[in-house]
């Protein structure tokens, strides 16, 4: 079993900036990639970036230029982060982090407000 938890968030004005981390535990050898997707109301949720055990990244078309996702892996933990800048309205949504193993697991989820 793999434990997610994510933290950073919040609102914030367009233009703006946040910083999203999430820390893997458990199984963390298991997992093959880490990622975040969001969902925002009345959509479906979405990958946003994915990076993998080999450093593979993927963004989402509409996060190019403006995201960055990086991770750091210890012993137990595994920590996955997403910079996120130049944010806009469209950006509001859930933020939820994943890890791809045997199985596939999912964070709590965190609201990001993009909003003047």
């Known amino acids: 079993q793999v434990q997610l938890v994510e933290s950073g968030g919040g609102l914030v004005q367009p233009g703006g900036s946040l910083r999203l981390s999430c820390v893997a535990s458990?199984?963390?050898?298991?997992?093959?990639?880490m990622g975040w997707y969001r969902q925002a109301p009345g959509k479906e949720r979405e990958l946003v970036a994915r990076?993998?055990?080999?450093?593979?990244?993927?963004?989402a078309d509409s996060v190019k230029g403006r995201f960055t996702i990086s991770r750091n892996s210890a012993p137990s933990t595994s920590t996955v982060n997403l910079q996120m800048n130049s944010l806009k309205p469209e950006d509001t949504a859930v933020y939820y982090c994943?890890?791809?193993?045997?199985?596939?697991?999912w964070g709590q989820g965190t609201q990001v407000t993009v909003s003047s």
């Open positions: 994943n890890a791809v193993a045997i199985d596939e697991f």
């Open positions: 458990g199984r963390v050898f298991t997992i093959y990639a």
């Open positions: 990076i993998t055990r080999d450093d593979t990244i993927t963004y």
